[in-house]
């Protein structure tokens, strides 16, 4: 399956390795006096040597043998005494999306930082232009040597009857997709009532991918782990990455799912579970590592797999379990360990040279056996890719904006009424279904900033004039002001928030002016702005500018008044209606536990 990506597929250059691991045939690099991190034992071997050919492993020196027999007048020597030699880092679950830059961007910044491969799921894009968004990413990340294995995405829109996206992808278009070659699977199944209630397409979508032997990852995000956790299991779904209690995961664990262990930007699931299962005793082959969604901001200044690694270090784990969970158990969970996961003979030298066991930063990188990064810089460059006009037109909102458009009338009299609100957590991806009191004045529902209660508006900028918006409030956000964004999950309809109708009305036209993006407005007047002109959801630039406007952005949120780590980040999925408890798609409320259309207003 992974033949797509590696120099040479192993049935083409095995009779070569042959030859080389017997002294018969020089290698191309040779590793020598290497502390070998044995992902298959769980040991590390020390003064190991590793000879590549053809962009695999040929040859291990371990024991006291060496690879000096591999050696030719023309082999690369690297001598790694002193330092450590691991599999690289397979993220098992990632939105390229998120860290708001294409693919090819995105690898020059995380391949240095000892990632070598990608499991992503593109649906971000999917749901704002469909499946040919898709295919342009597949072109742009074509371009880097990160092993990006794209998948189809499963639920475009999220949840079927609840919001309305850009574009639509059913079984049918799914099936068509596992026959392009850079497909590997299907992207998260977040519709588990669908699988569960026996909806016909969901069904499908999974059986078209199992059929055409690829993996089906999912999203099972209730507590419930019976009757519906089985069956969602029994559907074909293998993994998932919304554990969020050691008591969720162990339950996973034993009915044979493989656990993605989360720790991105904001959504800091990990160490809420880890030292808990690690206690329990239970075995940790089916856990996995993943970052799911990682703001530029923490790439740059804090790394990916490399930081999500050092968090499991500080959960309990030990360096060659937690490097297990990044290497050997994603890609037995993807079905790809025959070309990755382990330095072992014959699979791709995929590897980070690290300094020591504890940062996980490594000072080189190889894949394919080409040295592609050294002291955490990417030793290819790409041109900014140049995106289709149908990507960065998205913005069709079939209005101007002004205060009027966030009145949210009411037929009561002045005084208050109690609203159902949205409640943010920060850190999670879960939110609370609370009720609030807010003020009515002159037949019109305003924000109450004294009990943390800001206006909502949800438009849908797809379908122009035809298109709907609703209004609700939330609350854990604590801002004076507006914020606005386009990264609004996973319909990506415009979002904005706030406690007064002027600033929210000018949130919204900076956005529709700019193509989209994220906005932070005070008082009449722009604080911050991070445009995402492709898709509304990714920048044309550099991923250092677009790391500066989210600092910026960051900061904006924090002078407003939240204290929230990544508001924006918990922001964007206020509208995403398959997760627990409460969302505002641009239909309404939607109660994620009985999925069910609630009403804004608490009678009595």
Not at 36 to 62: F, K, M, N, Q
Not at 219 to 225: L, R
Request: with cysteine; charged share 20%.
């Amino acid at each position: 399956m992974l033949n797509t990506f590696c120099k040479s597929p192993l049935w083409e250059c095995h009779a070569t390795l042959v030859r080389v691991a017997q002294g018969l045939e020089p290698a191309d690099t040779v590793i020598r006096h290497a502390s070998l991190v044995s992902v298959t034992t769980h040991e590390v071997l020390p003064d190991a040597d590793i000879a590549i050919s053809c962009g695999r492993i040929a040859y291990l020196g371990l024991d006291g043998h060496t690879a000096e027999h591999c050696i030719g007048p023309q082999t690369r020597v690297i001598d790694a005494a002193g330092k450590y030699v691991a599999p690289g880092y397979i993220d098992s679950h990632i939105h390229i999306e998120s860290a708001m830059i294409g693919p090819s961007e995105y690898a020059r910044v995380v391949v240095p930082r000892g990632t070598t491969a990608i499991y992503a799921d593109p649906h971000e894009c999917a749901n704002v232009v469909g499946l040919e968004g898709v295919r342009v990413m597949f072109d742009d990340a074509r371009r880097a040597p990160l092993k990006a294995m794209l998948t189809t995405p499963s639920c475009v829109p999220a949840v079927t009857g609840f919001d309305d996206a850009g574009a639509s992808v059913d079984a049918a278009q799914v099936a068509a997709t596992m026959e392009w070659p850079d497909v590997v699977g299907l992207g998260e199944m977040m519709n588990f009532p669908g699988i569960l209630a026996g909806e016909q397409n969901a069904l499908d979508e999974v059986a078209e991918t199992l059929k055409a032997g690829k993996c089906v990852t999912g999203h099972y995000s209730v507590s419930e782990t019976d009757r519906g956790l089985a069956a969602y299991i029994a559907s074909g779904v293998r993994a998932c990455h919304e554990s969020i209690t050691p008591q969720d995961v162990i339950a996973k664990l034993r009915m044979g799912m493989y656990v993605q262990a989360r720790y991105g930007s904001a959504w800091l699931s990990l160490p809420g579970y880890l030292p808990q299962v690690l206690a329990s005793g239970v075995d940790t082959r089916l856990i996995c590592l993943c970052t799911d969604d990682n703001h530029p901001n923490t790439l740059v200044s804090e790394g990916g797999m490399d930081r999500a690694l050092r968090a499991c270090v500080a959960a309990g784990a030990d360096a060659v379990t937690a490097l297990q969970f990044a290497t050997i158990n994603a890609a037995q969970m993807l079905g790809v360990d025959a070309d990755m996961g382990s330095v072992t003979p014959g699979k791709c030298a995929d590897l980070v040279i690290l300094p020591d066991l504890a940062s996980f930063v490594p000072e080189q990188v190889l894949i394919d056996g080409d040295l592609v990064a050294q002291d955490g810089q990417a030793l290819f460059e790409n041109p900014l890719f140049t995106w289709p006009d149908f990507m960065t037109h998205t913005m069709n909102v079939g209005r101007s904006f002004t205060p009027a458009d966030f009145e949210i009338r009411v037929d009561r009299p002045d005084g208050f009424a109690r609203v159902r609100a949205i409640g943010g957590v920060g850190g999670s991806t879960i939110t609370r279904d609370s009720v609030v009191e807010v003020p009515v004045r002159n037949g019109k529902l305003e924000a109450n900033p004294e009990a943390d209660a800001l206006k909502m508006a949800v438009f849908d900028r797809h379908h122009g004039k035809e298109g709907t918006h609703s209004f609700g409030f939330c609350t854990g956000f604590g801002v004076h002001g507006a914020l606005a964004q386009t990264v609004s999950h996973d319909s990506h309809n415009l979002l904005v928030v706030g406690d007064n109708d002027e600033d929210m009305a000018l949130a919204a036209r900076t956005l529709v002016e700019c193509g989209g993006g994220e906005v932070a407005v005070a008082d009449g007047q722009v604080l911050a702005l991070v445009r995402l002109p492709v898709c509304g959801l990714m920048s044309d630039a550099h991923v250092e500018q677009v790391a500066d406007e989210v600092a910026g952005i960051e900061q904006a949120w924090a002078d407003m008044g939240c204290k929230m780590p990544s508001p924006f980040m918990t922001m964007g999925i206020l509208s995403l209606p398959c997760v627990p408890e409460l969302r505002l798609t641009n239909r309404g409320y939607v109660n994620c536990v009985t999925f069910e259309f609630e009403d804004l207003l608490i009678e009595g």
